[in-house]
């Protein structure tokens, strides 16, 4: 995509033409499970793109910005004001002499920096703005990654309107991408008649006839089965025809197919697996969820609940402790202050590796760093892929497949800040002090933070409840005896940032 060296199509060589030297947007599509997200990233944090974009700034200033719409995230993850908030930011922090050029506009306007927050960086507020950075006399281009526009809440037309307007300034270039709607093929696809523009199904299908080889030529078994019947070799062709481009649907393919071969499926049996692979993912997922047992349904919806909740994914540890305090909720007051040795958190993560599989069938996994600092940072938990996380915010048949067997005062957020707790217990300082470079999130302070992160969340569901005060009592309690910092103004000043200015105060 970012090489401009001879292919066989030609459309990644437009992209790099697109960068180097044209305006306007350049679209992205795929279906669901197809990889946009992935893509945008990878163009994104590359750096022959940013070498690209240069050549089209010429001597001006290239600033870049990126913006990620998330249906499931707060309003400002979904919305036109996030957007231009992301954008506004991006562009001062990476020319911060503009920031005057706010000032002198609405300064002429004096009851604007009167207002309260909410108003003052309302969306009309926020174009305004652009428009005067726009507008002055400043050598510099700009280029824009935008991801999801599918995920945005909101009128379609109106966001469209809103690209449009803002690739009309002739220093600004967007790169776009989303599902195929109709609404943005008409705008910024093919049915635009404009060349500047790619489907991911006619980039990724060399990458699946790959992905799909390595995976079954990996299994000794396939490749027995394939050494003895010519006919296996068919199944690649059909994981190829029935994929569509969608990298999901392949992982979920070669999944099954892997599973066949331990059990010396034939021809016919490997056939039929595929066939059983629904091509709508709520249909899989739905699938997936029913043939969680009735056993572990319970534990099953806390797990789910509380990723959902975490936002981001979380240390497989935390999953333990989240265990431990939906069969306890005094858990996390009640544990001791005992760091855990190397021994004993290689045989928890066995365990709870274990545990998710069962409970999940693969609509979580385990991810393992490549160079982790430690035994406890070793593995993370993340969804199968983001419909995954999707179908579950969203979907009435989840909510209603488990919640016969939830217990009434469950909270997720509630069961991640006790869990954070236990973590302070069992990780801090040992597995924190010790951190290796590069893995900075887990410093000192940031165990702390992460707790603090829930107990605001807690505090907003539940408000300044005398739960709330022991459990931070009991942190501040583990901070001090941890022997990490002794300065009282650390643990108050993080409560603070984190909008706890209540608990300091009582």
């Not at 599973?259 to 066939?275: F, K, Q, T, V, W």
């Not at 005398?466 to 309690?477: C, P, W, Y």
Request: glycine residues 4%; hydrophobic residues 40%; charged residues 25%.
């Amino acid at each position: 995509m970012l090489s401009d060296t001879d292919v066989p199509w030609k459309k990644p060589r437009k992209f790099v033409e697109w960068l180097r030297s044209k305006n306007g947007t350049f679209f992205v599509q795929g279906k669901p499970g197809s990889g946009k997200s992935t893509l945008m990233k990878f163009l994104w944090h590359h750096n022959s793109t940013r070498e690209h974009l240069e050549a089209w700034s010429g001597t001006n200033r290239l600033v870049t910005a990126s913006y990620f719409f998330w249906a499931a995230g707060d309003e400002l993850q979904r919305s036109e004001e996030g957007l231009m908030r992301a954008l506004l930011f991006e562009i001062l922090k990476a020319c911060p002499s503009l920031n005057r050029c706010i000032r002198d506009n609405f300064n002429a306007s004096a009851e604007f920096f009167q207002q309260p927050h909410a108003q003052m960086w309302t969306y009309s507020n926020l174009l305004r703005m652009f428009d005067v950075l726009m507008n002055q006399e400043f050598e510099a281009r700009f280029c824009f990654f935008i991801d999801g526009l599918d995920e945005y809440k909101g009128n379609t037309r109106g966001l469209i309107e809103l690209v449009q307007k803002l690739v009309s300034y002739p220093s600004v270039k967007i790169c776009l991408s989303s599902r195929p709607w109709a609404a943005f093929r008409h705008a910024f696809g093919e049915d635009a008649n404009v060349d500047w523009h790619i489907s991911l199904e006619e980039l990724t299908k060399d990458d699946i006839r790959q992905y799909v080889n390595d995976q079954l030529n990996l299994s000794s078994r396939f490749s027995s089965l394939r050494y003895n019947d010519v006919g296996y070799f068919d199944i690649v062709e059909q994981v190829m025809l029935r994929a569509e481009g969608v990298f999901l649907w392949v992982v979920l393919a070669v999944r099954s197919l892997l599973e066949g071969a331990d059990y010396d499926d034939n021809i016919a049996d490997m056939r039929r697996r595929l066939d059983a692979i629904p091509e709508d993912f709520d249909d899989f997922f739905r699938k997936i969820l029913n043939d969680i047992p009735e056993f572990y349904r319970a534990q099953a919806t806390m797990t789910f609940k509380v990723a959902i909740a975490a936002e981001s994914p979380l240390p497989l540890a935390i999953h333990g402790y989240a265990d431990d305090i939906y069969r306890d909720p005094k858990f996390a007051m009640s544990a001791l202050v005992k760091p855990l040795d190397e021994t004993a958190i290689e045989q928890m993560n066995k365990q709870l590796i274990n545990r998710l599989d069962a409970r999940c069938k693969g609509l979580l996994k385990v991810v393992k760093h490549r160079d982790p600092p430690n035994a406890y940072h070793a593995y993370e938990v993340s969804f199968l892929h983001r419909t995954a996380r999707d179908f579950l915010y969203n979907s009435q048949e989840s909510t209603g497949l488990f919640d016969n067997g939830l217990k009434d005062d469950l909270d997720a957020h509630v069961i991640l800040c006790h869990a954070y707790l236990v973590n302070l217990k069992r990780a801090w300082p040992r597995y924190t002090i010790a951190s290796k470079s590069g893995f900075a999130a887990h410093g000192t302070i940031t165990p702390l933070k992460n707790f603090m992160h829930y107990a605001k969340k807690f505090q907003t569901r539940f408000g300044d409840t005398q739960s709330i005060g022991d459990v931070l009592d009991e942190a501040k309690r583990v901070f001090y005896a941890s022997g990490v910092n002794q300065d009282e103004a650390v643990f108050d000043g993080t409560a603070v940032q984190f909008g706890l200015e209540s608990y300091i105060t009582q």
